[in-house]
């Protein structure tokens, strides 16, 4: 996946910050395959910043990994702001991180209906602490355009948490 510009910057400050302040993240990645994680190790220091990634594509990877309750994926989707939040809970749970992002949507161009379109996204951060973030968007555009401005989205939550 390429970056963008703005992307880079972003993530070049996110690394400052987790350098000067000592916090990390985990991420948790659905839709993007990891292009939040790719994108930050990308940059020399990312090791101030990502803790871990996890690549959770299927909804067994889901509950397996971040134990992701399978009856709340019957019952929510896979694509809500229910699963992205317990996503983040589980990478928090599994890592040693101080802050947890995830994403979870429908890039397309297929498996989108009436309800839950392509290019609907869920995010989720949180801190150990914290009441949850959770952020739904509609992007549009193709497949490589849902990806990049999920990983956008996601920066910009891990940003308000560091």
Known sequence: M??????????????????????????????????????LTELPGASYLLERAFVTYTNEAKAEMLDVPMDLIHAKGAVS???????????????????AVSITGIAGPGG????????????????RSGAPRIAAHQFSGDRAAVRQASVSAALALIKGLL
């Open 81 to 99: 702001a229910e699963v992205a939040e317990a996503m983040a809970r589980g990478a928090l749970d599994h890592s040693r991180a101080d802050v």
């Open 112 to 127: 989108g209906s009436a309800e839950k379109p392509v290019g609907l996204v869920y995010l989720a951060a949180m801190e």
């Open 2 to 39: 390429p970056y963008s510009p703005d992307q880079l910057a972003a993530a070049r400050t996110l690394i400052a910050r987790a350098r000067e302040n000592g916090r990390m993240v985990a991420t948790a990645e659905s839709c993007t395959g990891g292009g939040v994680a790719a994108l």
